[in-house]
């Protein structure tokens, strides 16, 4: 069974929508390596950390994506409004969400500069719903994506959403990024 036909099963994280990349990773955290294996958890531990209250988008309850001296998070897929990741082309802003366990995101719409770093970074799969499903999941409920028939479950309430075919995104994601993708398939020479 490849990666793209795994379900992607975890608890969601609601967010409102403009979710902007100094929101996701504000710059006063940009200072950390991500080459360094100690550093690298950081951008987990401050990841959405510029997300300041439920009228900004947090969740009800201002609950923090990390809870407090954790860098890695107990939920694994966003739900988010639209316009997901505009503001600047911070390629830090997928790979912290990455570096905090999130597996994929589902947004309606996303700025086209974090969608494709999401992408060409292989850090996480960037689902688009054919609706606002913010307004439907509660953070905390158990949600099951099946990439193969384009669904996403909420467990939690026993409903069935219809998603947007991923076509070769979910493939360069799992491949690594774009540079591996190409290598795994002779489009470049390998390293």
């Known amino acids: 069974m490849s990666k793209n036909s ?8 609601v967010l409102g929508k403009n979710i902007d990349t100094d929101q996701i990773i504000p710059a006063a955290h940009l200072v950390y390596s991500l080459e360094d294996p100690e550093e690298r958890k950081l951008y987990g ?11 900004s988008g947090l969740p009800q309850g201002n609950i923090p994506l990390t809870k407090e001296g954790e860098t ?4 694994k897929i966003i739900v988010a409004g ?13 790979a912290c969400l990455e570096i905090a366990g999130i597996e994929a995101i589902i947004s309606s719409s996303y700025a086209r500069i974090f969608y494709r770093n999401s992408v060409d970074g292989g850090f996480l799969i960037p689902f688009e719903s054919f609706e606002d499903l ?3 999941v509660k953070t905390g409920d158990e949600l099951e994506i099946d990439q193969v ?11 069935v959403y219809n998603i947007k075919p991923l076509g070769s995104v979910a493939d360069i994601v799992h491949a690594g990024g774009i540079f591996e993708y190409a290598r795994q398939n002779g489009m470049v020479p390998a390293k």
Do not use: W
């Not at 531990?45 to 009228?55: D, F, M, N, R």
């Not at 890695?72 to 939920?75: A, G, H, L, P, Q």
């Open 82 to 94: 639209d316009n997901f990741g505009c503001g600047s082309s911070r390629e830090h802003a997928p």
């Open 6 to 13: 795994e379900p992607i099963k975890g608890k969601a994280f």
């Open 134 to 136: 913010s307004k439907e």
């Open 149 to 159: 028939n384009h669904q996403m479950k909420n467990v939690t309430q026993d409903k």
């Open 45 to 55: 531990k401050y990841a959405l950390s510029g997300v300041p209250s439920a009228e």
């Open 72 to 75: 890695e998070s107990e939920f």
